[in-house]
């Protein structure tokens, strides 16, 4: 067996990493970010699967085609689908067996052989960088996913090529980066705020000693929900200035709801964000523009009800674990989502 990797095989993104020297590396795509979007485009006609940020680049004029969150359909039934499930831009329907199924173009396709397709754009990353074939890889997984969830994740890495030697839950992985070689015993809540989905996991370390407590969260709240909140206040403006209704057209609705997105991450470190869309919808007469400026404390009353939810698994998760607040040495931030300052 040669070297393995690991990947972090997100809702929103993906991440791929070596060991070296004992420590781990993060490996940066083509296009150089750390970061990799779980996103795939399938090309009109059965042409190219595009992967990533070229992927996310063209999923405007491409809406119905690019696949995006699809790790929330993985190993589940079509019957656990919820109205919300089946807002999404892709069409999802029901296989011969009750599985959820993406169509495109009369075309079937499961979650796991769409995941398929980012597992291997991270092993493409990692065979770039380090110049050698890669066939080995532990895939991580939220520590909520069931039998089903964890099995098709194995498979999706079967069909990209990969032998799966380990599936590691998302906190534990956290909890390894953190706690290598501590000595001190410690008591650590793993806070997992990422793009589609929240974990909250308590886990005692001590040496090499990993031990979970206890774990919840919610399968459906992180970054997309606070975009999708972002996206619906920004396309009311909209209306209300222009008369249009951006929701009416995909390619509008796409870049409103990018703008939203970068709106959202510009306000973790600035304190207001402006939003230019010009050409964003037209009428007969002609054209309309749309800028706004969005402020940091305006996006916190916004996503108010989204961060609330957040309280109640943690709550739950030290009341499975019989602790109490004051009993946790440390809170360890995961996911993109915690750089919101509130």
Do not use: W
Not at 81 to 98: A, I, M, R
């Amino acid at each position: 067996m040669g070297r393995a990797i690991g990947i972090d095989l997100g809702t929103t993104n993906s991440v791929v990493a070596f060991i070296e020297g004992g420590r781990a590396e993060v490996i940066p795509n083509a296009e150089g970010g750390k970061t990799t979007p779980s996103m795939v485009l399938y090309a009109p006609d059965g042409g190219q699967v595009i992967v990533g940020e070229l992927a996310k680049r063209q999923a405007m004029t491409h809406t119905d085609r690019t696949i995006r969150s699809i790790k929330r359909f993985m190993g589940m039934r079509f019957e656990e689908l919820n109205p919300d499930d089946l807002k999404c831009s892709y069409k999802l329907v029901q296989g011969s067996e009750g599985e959820v199924l993406v169509e495109i173009e009369g075309r079937q396709l499961t979650p796991e052989q769409i995941s398929a397709e980012v597992l291997k754009k991270m092993v493409t990353t990692a065979e770039d960088f380090l110049g050698e074939a890669i066939d080995t890889a532990v895939i991580t997984v939220p520590a909520y996913f069931n039998d089903s969830q964890r099995t098709a994740t194995k498979r999706a890495g079967e069909l990209a090529g990969l032998e799966v030697i380990r599936i590691v839950n998302e906190p534990t992985a956290a909890a390894l980066a953190y706690g290598l070689k501590r000595e001190a015993m410690e008591r650590v809540a793993i806070f997992d705020f990422g793009g589609g989905t929240f974990d909250i996991s308590i886990l005692d370390i001590d040496e090499d000693v990993f031990e979970v407590k206890s774990t919840n969260g919610d399968t459906r709240l992180g970054g997309d929900a606070i975009d999708l909140i972002l996206t619906e206040c920004l396309c009311r403006a909209i209306q209300e200035e222009t008369g249009v209704d951006p929701q009416d057209f995909p390619e509008s609705y796409q870049r409103v709801y990018e703008a939203a997105e970068r709106c959202k991450c510009e306000l973790s470190t600035m304190t207001e964000a402006v939003i230019s869309l010009p050409f964003i919808v037209s009428d007969a007469s002609g054209p309309k523009h749309f800028n706004e400026t969005i402020s940091r404390e305006q996006l916190e009353d916004l996503i108010e009800p989204v961060l609330a939810r957040l309280e109640s698994p943690c709550r739950q998760a030290l009341e499975d674990a019989r602790l109490k607040p004051k009993d946790i040495t440390h809170v360890l931030l995961v996911g993109g989502s915690t750089r919101i300052p509130a």
